[in-house]
Every structure is written in C-alpha cells, then in structure tokens.
C-alpha cells in the first residue's frame, strides 16, 4: 500500500532562518509526487509536481527536490507569509492518475 | 474568478439528519473528486468521477452518495449523518495530475 510520511509534525522558524521539510514515500512506482500549501481554513494549494529523482523545481523561496525514496521541500530565507501547512502527496502508476496519497503535513510557522 | 467553489461553508446539524454539499468547478476539467480532511488534517480520497461517470469510490459507507448532474458539478449527500462524519469536506478537480481543490465545507454532526 502506497505510503507518505512527513516530518517534522511542525517547524517554527525565525524570519530568514532557512530550512527543509521532508517527504518519505512508499509507492510501487511513482507516477508523480505533488507539494501542496494548505492556510488555515482554506483548501490545499498546487505548489509542485516531481517525476523522477533527481527532478528540482523553484517557486519564490521555495525549491523542491526528489530522491527514489523521498523529497524534500526547502525554504531559504523565509517570510511570515511562508507560514502554513505543506502538504506531500504521491501518485502511483499503478493505480491510475486520479488516486493521490496525502502525508498529514508539517505546519510551519515563521515568526518575525 | 472562483475557480472551485463549494456551499456551504459551514454545516451543523444533527445526528440522524441528511444533508449535500454542493461543489461547481469553471476550469473546464474533466474529472472532479471529494476529499475527507480528518482533525488531524489527513487527507484522503472519497470519490472521483471523470465526465460524469464514477472512477474511484474509496470504500466510502453508501449513506455518501455522489451526483455528478454535468462535467461542472459534483454534489455530495450524506443520509443518516453519524457523529464521525464531521470532518472537512474537499472538492477538487484536475485535468491531469495536479489538484485544484475548493474552500471545503466543515461539517460539524451534534
């Protein structure tokens, strides 16, 4: 069965203190692997997708990285309004496009 | 503009009761799905429908039932609501792999 686990639970950092939140997987084979941002109240937002290891994306001060086993979200420099849940989820190829595992998140906080 | 949109926000009712959520998406995507967000923020997959049709029910008790009218909407209602449905309801639709998720509904069961 297809697994995501994220760590840590929570992370509180100082404005500018950089820092990674990672993502291990379990899957069969990875079709994709997905970084949600979720606000209080609100539903999660589309950060990024990874394909395969070795695969980088960027986004403001965020950069995400994947590995065959996990990924990791970086955060340079952040801000207060960096402040929030992320969110892993996993695709497997065997079980069709539609079907995403979710990890349960690390909430951030970013103090000033 | 409102890319996908659920009503209502905010749900409390009774045990007993039946109630539907309402979800409508104007991106033009194919497949929508409900997502359940227990309070420990686990997200996980109720339903997924593609063009109207039925793709993924994920071992969901058959007091949910989902009602797809056209490709824009994807209703949810829940018969005889018990105390362990309140949760966070998510809609969501996608036209390949990434998500694009509404505001959800917190349903609250007394």
């Known amino acids: 069965e297809d697994q995501v686990t994220q760590s840590p639970e929570a992370l509180r950092l100082q404005e500018g203190e950089s820092s990674s939140l990672n993502c291990s997987y379990t899957?069969?084979?990875?079709?994709?692997l997905f970084w949600y941002r979720q606000d209080p109240g609100k539903g999660p937002e589309f950060l990024f997708t990874?394909?395969?290891a070795g695969e980088e994306k960027e986004k403001e001060r965020l950069k995400a990285t994947l590995t065959k086993k996990e990924s990791f979200l970086h955060i340079t420099a952040p801000k207060p309004e960096d402040s929030a849940t992320y969110l892993c989820?996993?695709?497997?190829?065997?079980?069709?496009?539609?079907?995403?595992?979710f990890g349960t998140g690390t909430r951030l906080l970013v103090s000033p | 503009d409102t890319a996908v949109s659920q009503t209502p926000k905010y749900l409390v009712t009774q045990m007993g009761n039946d109630k539907s959520i309402k979800c409508e998406q104007n991106?033009?995507?194919?497949?929508m799905y409900w997502y359940k967000q227990d309070s420990k923020k686990f997200l996980k997959i109720m339903f997924s429908?593609?063009?109207?049709?039925?793709?993924i029910n994920e071992t969901v008790p058959n007091r949910f039932s989902p009602k797809s009218p056209d490709k824009a909407h994807l209703n949810l209602h829940i018969n005889s609501l018990e105390l362990g449905d309140s949760a966070v309801y998510f809609c969501?639709?996608?036209?390949?792999?990434?998500?694009?998720f509404g505001p959800g509904t917190r349903l609250t069961v007394l």
């Open positions: 969501a639709s996608s036209t390949g792999t990434a998500r694009f």
């Open positions: 899957v069969s084979g990875l079709r994709g």
């Open positions: 990874l394909y395969s």
């Open positions: 989820a996993v695709q497997d190829m065997n079980t069709g496009f539609q079907k995403l595992v």
């Open positions: 991106l033009g995507h194919d497949t």
């Open positions: 429908y593609n063009n109207k049709e039925l793709i």
